[in-house]
Each structure stands twice: as C-alpha cells, then as structure tokens.
Nanobody
Framework: QVQLVESGGGLVQAGGSLRLSCDVS????????MGWFRQAPGKEREIVAA????????LYADSVKGRFTISRDNAKNTVYLQMNSLKPEDTAVYYC????????????????????WGQGTQVTVSS
C-alpha cells in the first residue's frame, strides 16, 4: 500500500489556473500508474487524467483536453495536475489514485482499477 496526499486545491475565478500535487509514500513510486479523478456533488467519480509509470503515456477526459496537463516526477514521488482555463463545471473534489502496474506504459482509466486513494482536495471555480 501507498499513502497519497493531495494539495493545491482552492477557490479560483473562471479562466484561472491551479496546480494540484499528490505526494506518494510507502512504496516504490515508479511501480505505480497514477490517475486524477474528480467528483462533483450528486455525480459519480470520473477520470480526469491518467499517466503511466514511465510518464510517457497520458490520457485525458474530453472535457479537460487542451486545458489540463498531468505529469509526474519519479525522483520526488509526486504527480501533478496543472489546470488552466478553469471553468465553473470543473468544480469538484479532486482525488489522486495509484495502482501497482507491471506495464511501464500502461494506463488505468476506471476508478475500479485503482486501489490506493488520497483524501481529496476541493477545487471551486467561480463564474
């Protein structure tokens, strides 16, 4: 098991930017594929972005393509989500997730595939 701690959430105006960080401890970080999910009130948890162990393969939800960037620093045991051009509909609790993966370039797209979760960080975008 690994421990995940998110930070960087907050209140921002539409069009603004935030960078979320997820610090990972407890196991070898680069054995884990990582993902960012979000959950708005009354809605299901949805994938925002995912990144492979290598960092070289990424995917994004259609709603955030071109605005959000996921990255990881395997030396710092941290995964990031840079969020630009934020919209009110991006308002949600954002969760970092990790799963041990045998594939260096494998991505996990579904919440059910991840077995380690952070506590979440609130992102609120005002109009």
């Amino acid at each position: 098991q690994v421990q995940l701690v998110e930070s960087g959430g907050g209140l921002v105006q539409a069009g603004g930017s935030l960078r979320l960080s997820c610090d990972v401890s407890g196991r070898t970080f680069n054995n884990y594929a990582m993902g960012w999910f979000r959950q708005a009130p009354g809605k299901e948890r949805e994938i925002v972005a995912a990144i492979s162990r290598s960092g070289g393969v990424t995917l994004y939800a259609d709603s955030v393509k071109g605005r959000f960037t996921i990255s990881r620093d395997n030396a710092k045991n941290t995964v990031y989500l840079q969020m630009n051009s934020l919209k009110p509909e991006d308002t949600a609790v954002y969760y970092c997730a990790a799963v041990q993966s045998t594939g260096w370039f494998t991505l996990m797209k579904r919440a059910s595939e991840y077995d380690n979760w952070g506590q979440g960080t609130q992102v609120t975008v005002s109009s």
